[in-house]
């Protein structure tokens, strides 16, 4: 819903799963967003910081203990592990810019448990100093845009592939 969102406002819009099932099957989301460039923020719950590499919950700790993040990391513009409240603070403004510049794509965060319940003392920003995109794209010379112009009229058979997804 948050992807068909996006594609229809511009606004990326927080999606939440818990442990077990939920994240890996919203890898099939991310992946679908990141392709056809559109954003949405993934949260992804995660055992609490004391419990990680014990087994806990869902964590297997077989190879990577409590490393959700290296799973979605190619299929995301970028993944962050918050391991403090005050972590927050700095990564989302970053995220919410980043899942609007250049092409769009999803971001995630992997947030313990433990967190939800602890305070920190921090200062948030105002969104209108974080929440837009920067332009990256440069518009075309008037020259070039005619030259193109010109190439398309000439041509006997033009195909035109346009869109982003």
Known sequence: MADAYFRLTGVPLPVYTSTGPG???LTIALANAFYDSSAFLAITGQVTTDQFDTGAL??????????FPSVVKPIVKHSWQVRKVEDLV?????????????????C?????????????DV?????????????????ASP??????LDLLVKTRRALILAGGG
């Open 23 to 25: 994240p890996m099957n």
């Open 58 to 67: 869902q964590e297997e700790y077989r190879y990577f203990p409590g490393d």
């Open 90 to 106: 700095r990564y989302l403004p970053k995220a919410f810019k980043l899942m609007r510049t250049g092409r769009p794509g999803p």
């Open 108 to 120: 995630h965060f992997d947030i313990p448990y433990d967190l939800y319940i602890r305070k920190a």
């Open 123 to 139: 200062e948030v920003p105002e969104p209108e100093q974080w929440s837009k995109p920067i332009n990256w794209r440069t518009p």
């Open 143 to 148: 020259e070039a845009v005619s030259q193109a």
